[in-house]
């Protein structure tokens, strides 16, 4: 077992199976998404959820390619 870990700060349980988890560069967010297609923004200091941006419809993910989400790119969804 190791010892030398930093201490965990938080923890968000979701019902979602989450693809991706991701961190802003100024570490004041952290959003993550999966299967239900929606965007969870957190605050990275308390994990307190801000946000919940639905992303959209791309259809089957085979024959489509998604431009990753980023919160550069959330950024005006958020602030209407």
Do not use: I
């Amino acid at each position: 077992m190791r010892t030398d870990a930093p201490p965990m700060l938080w923890e968000v349980v979701s019902e979602d199976f989450v693809y991706c988890c991701s961190m802003s560069a100024d570490f004041q967010y952290c959003a993550y998404g999966g299967t239900a297609r929606v965007v969870v923004v957190l605050n990275a200091l308390n994990g307190r959820s801000l946000y919940q941006v639905p992303t959209p419809e791309y259809g089957h993910y085979t024959h489509q390619f998604c431009k990753p989400l980023t919160l550069a790119s959330l950024w005006p969804r958020l602030t209407d």
